[in-house]
T-cell receptor
Framework: KQEVTQIPAALSVPEGENLVLNCSFTDSAIYNLQWFRQDPGKGLTSLLLIQSSQREQTSGRLNASLDKSSGRSTLYIAASQPGDSATYLCAVKETSGSRLTFGEGTQLTVNP | NAGVTQTPKFRVLKTGQSMTLLCAQDMNHEYMYWYRQDPGMGLRLIHYSVGEGTTAKGEVPDGYNVSRLKKQNFLLGLESAAPSQTSVYFC???????????????FGPGTRLTVL
């Protein structure tokens, strides 16, 4: 059974700092990996999707990498801002179906 | 283009009552999903649908039923609500076909359900 783990569970940083969020998964047979952002009381907003054949994806200050063989992905946020404060979730889509398996998320707080 | 919408946003039920949650998407997606989100458990798939008229069980289907009579709508029903079904319910949709085949899932804003 696929398991997705995100470390750390919570992270607090000063504004302007570059930071890395980690995601690991137990079964490397994935189709893609998706990073989401969730604000308190809100739904999930898709940030980046990496296909299993890709190594990284970039969108603005965000860069996500994927090392499928080691079962790891990282989300790099450059020059963090207070508006980046949210919970970040990673999820993997398994090759055999269309379901997403989610990690429990990293709660990020960026202090002004 | 509203994306994925859910109604209602909040609901309080008494044990044993029934209700239906409605999800609608305007992106012409084939696949639709219902998840529940609980503290310490993450998001778990309840049921999903790969097209109009089809449904399939996910990870935690017990106590729920679903219907996909129209491509744009996916209904989640609770026949006899229990306190263990207190949760935040999210609907999502994705396209599994097309030139990009990215399969990105788009989520609705959620329904917060409390069962007393």
């Amino acid at each position: 059974k696929q398991e997705v783990t995100q470390i750390p569970a919570a992270l607090s940083v000063p504004e302007g700092e570059n930071l890395v969020l980690n995601c690991s998964f137990t079964d490397s047979a994935i189709y893609n990996l998706q990073w989401f952002r969730q604000d308190p009381g809100k739904g999930l907003t898709s940030l980046l999707l990496i296909q299993s054949s890709q190594r990284e994806q970039t969108s603005g200050r965000l860069n996500a990498s994927l090392d499928k063989s080691s079962g790891r992905s990282t989300l790099y946020i450059a020059a963090s801002q207070p508006g980046d404060s949210a919970t970040y979730l990673c999820a993997v889509k398994e090759t055999s179906g269309s379901r997403l398996t989610f990690g429990e998320g990293t709660q990020l707080t960026v202090n002004p | 283009n509203a994306g994925v919408t859910q109604t209602p946003k909040f609901r309080v039920l008494k044990t044993g009552q029934s209700m239906t949650l409605l999800c609608a998407q305007d992106m012409n997606h084939e696949y639709m999903y219902w998840y529940r989100q609980d503290p310490g458990m993450g998001l778990r798939l309840i049921h999903y649908s790969v097209g109009e008229g089809t449904t399939a069980k996910g990870e935690v289907p017990d106590g729920y039923n679903v219907s996909r009579l129209k491509k744009q709508n996916f209904l989640l029903g609770l026949e006899s609500a229990a306190p263990s079904q207190t949760s935040v319910y999210f609907c999502a949709s994705s396209s599994e076909t097309g030139p990009k085949l990215y399969n990105e899932q788009f989520f609705g804003p959620g329904t917060r359900l409390t069962v007393l």
